[in-house]
Antibody, heavy 120, light 110 residues
Framework: EVQLVETGGGLIQPGGSLRLSCAAS????????MSWVRQAPGKGLEWVSV???????YYADSVKGRFTISRDNSKNTLYLQMNSLRAEDTAVYYC??????????????WGQGTLVTVSS | QSALTQPASVSGSPGQSITISCTGT?????????VSWYQQHPGKAPKLMIY???NRPSGVSNRFSGSKSGNTASLTISGLQAEDESDYYC??????????FGGGTKLTVL
């Protein structure tokens, strides 16, 4: 059974850093493309970043240069390193799995999400 | 990376059909068949309902269907049921190698 479990959220001051983790089971994270998607309180979904099976990474303009997506194949875990955090980064962050091939087009499994609150 | 345009809300009575539109541009919806739709109940993670414009994942009711014409994709739900009341989001791959979501549509079953 495929499962994604995010951890690492919390309250952080503006300008601070935080690293989110997404532990996967039931499949290998390096075999599929994996993304982070966030949702600000009461707002819609916003795509954040993707890492393809080959290792290529892409980011939304809103986080480019501040966030870094990575994975640890030995731990079967996806990460999101978030630096220079801003109030507008406050959101529930979901990790999501895509298929093995193709461009980012859909996500068939999602984690339960972890809340990041950026506030002084 | 402007969000795709969806109506803020739609409504229908049980048994009726409704359609939710998702309008993009020639840089996303209009050029790729990589449109997907998600259902999200309050406090829950999104659930994939349609992928690649019109494909249904295993386990999703055949009351849900998707289509696309030009820069606009659509999700149709037939035989509305109370359990369909939820938020719905579309998404599309873009020529910038990114993904963009719609603003979301709240479906109310009257």
């Amino acid at each position: 059974e495929v499962q994604l479990v995010e951890t690492g959220g919390g309250l952080i001051q503006p300008g601070g850093s935080l690293r989110l983790s997404c532990a996967a089971s039931g499949f290998t994270v390096s075999s599929n493309y994996m993304s982070w998607v966030r949702q600000a309180p009461g707002k819609g979904l916003e795509w954040v970043s993707v890492i393809y099976s080959g290792g290529s990474t892409y980011y939304a303009d809103s986080v480019k240069g501040r966030f870094t997506i990575s994975r640890d194949n030995s731990k079967n875990t996806l990460y999101l390193q978030m630096n220079s955090l801003r109030a507008e980064d406050t959101a529930v962050y979901y990790c999501a799995r895509g298929p093995r091939v193709g461009a980012i087009s859909f996500f068939d499994y999602w984690g339960q999400g972890t809340l990041v609150t950026v506030s002084s | 990376q402007s969000a795709l345009t969806q109506p803020a809300s739609v409504s229908g009575s049980p048994g009726q059909s409704i359609t939710i539109s998702c309008t993009g541009t020639s840089s996303d919806v209009g050029v790729f068949n990589y449109v997907s739709w998600y259902q999200q109940h309050p406090g829950k993670a999104p659930k994939l309902m349609i992928y690649e414009v019109s494909n249904r994942p295993s386990g999703v009711s055949n009351r849900f269907s998707g289509s696309k014409s030009g820069n606009t994709a659509s999700l149709t739900i037939s035989g509305l049921q109370a359990e369909d009341e939820s938020d719905y989001y579309c998404s599309s791959y873009t020529i910038s190698t990114t993904l963009v979501f719609g603003g979301g549509t709240k479906l109310t079953v009257l």
